[in-house]
């Protein structure tokens, strides 16, 4: 049988998966990167939401963790109309907020490993009366979380930092290429680039997930030489 990171399966709508070959791509964003006053920094993160997803971006997690829970919901209403009139297949994912993300109509929920786990949040989207299947990811540092994350019930993890990190060491490509042993889909985060992206893929990640090499760059030809 063929590993879950050969086939690099992609999880779409509605709880159904998809064999692909594709390097799966997800952009986290960070509105504090742009210039400008906030007003500003949020108009250019829309756009660049919207170019993520015309681009092929397969996920979008938003991770503004500094606003109120209304300024958050408000700014997650424009980013899934965004999403939505692109008119692309990517998926939105608030990140820790179940609340928010039903509220919105979002995709799923990105949770950190100190969250509610991966069962509870289906349970909390079943009992809201949703008619969707969520998409849950997890960030993961260790073997040992991605085992949990699995066992929890998540779609996929966010493994990392694997090369930098300001307030925390590097993993290094031996623990992702261990991480990546567990059948469930991990996709590596820190310091990507498209320079050292390849020797991500080599130890059998289902794909990357980034801020700065998405956000401070033409996505689109980013996309495209990831996945040449």
């Known amino acids: 049988m063929q590993s879950i990171a050969v086939l690099r399966c992609a999880l779409l709508g509605a ?3 998809q064999l692909t070959t594709a390097l799966l791509l997800y952009y986290i964003t960070d509105r ?3 210039p400008g006053d906030e007003a500003g920094r949020t108009k250019q993160l829309l756009d660049k939401i919207t170019e993520a997803a015309r681009s092929g971006v ?3 997690q938003l991770r503004e963790k500094d606003l109120s829970s209304r300024e958050l919901e408000q700014l997650a209403r424009a980013a899934i109309e965004r999403v939505r009139a692109s008119g692309s297949m990517s998926r939105l994912l608030i990140n820790s907020r179940t609340d928010i993300a ?6 799923g929920v990105h949770l950190q490993s100190r969250d509610i786990l991966g069962a509870d949040l289906r349970k909390i989207w079943r009992e809201a009366n949703s008619d969707t299947q969520p998409i849950v990811a997890v960030s ?3 073997e040992a979380e991605v085992a949990g994350a699995k066992a929890s019930g998540a779609d996929f993890v966010v493994f990392g930092p694997v090369f930098e990190k300001l307030e925390a060491s ?4 031996a ?6 042993q567990h059948e469930i889909p991990v996709l590596a985060l820190g310091g990507i680039t498209l320079e050292n ?4 893929i080599r130890t059998g990640v289902a794909g990357v997930a980034a801020i700065r090499l998405f956000q401070q760059a033409e996505i689109q030809k980013i996309v495209a030489k990831l996945r040449a």
Do not use: E, K, M, N
């Open 170 to 173: 590097p993993t290094g490509l």
């Open 32 to 34: 504090a990167q742009f």
């Open 58 to 60: 397969d996920y979008i």
């Open 197 to 200: 992206a390849r020797s991500c």
């Open 102 to 107: 039903l509220a919105v109509g979002a995709d």
């Open 175 to 180: 623990t992702l290429r261990a991480a990546c």
């Open 140 to 142: 993961c540092h260790t």
């Open 15 to 17: 709880g159904g998966w």
